[in-house]
């Protein structure tokens, strides 16, 4: 992929910027997480321990954090995705 021409819509990638900087400011506590049209519930003791982390929100999303119980599945459909 290093060598292949990628095309950048400018519009789309100021909107993706921008919703990540949102994720980021919003107290994590706030945030509410979906997949498709499910909200997957995060427990609250597992937000408290992040919190003292220093990591960023969206490596909480990344890392799958949100749903400790099927973290590695998470990781499959991300690779599959990528």
Do not use: C, Q
Request: proline share 1%; aromatic share 14%.
């Amino acid at each position: 992929m290093k060598n292949e021409t990628v095309n950048v819509d400018l519009h789309e990638a100021l909107k993706y910027f921008e919703w990540r900087r949102v994720i980021n400011n919003a107290k994590l506590s706030n945030l509410r997480f979906f997949e498709g049209d499910k909200e997957i519930k995060v427990n609250p003791e597992t937000i408290d321990e992040w919190e003292f982390t220093g990591l960023t929100n969206l490596d909480f999303i990344n890392g799958g954090f949100y749903d400790m119980d099927s973290i590695y599945h998470k990781r499959e459909l991300r690779e599959i995705s990528d």
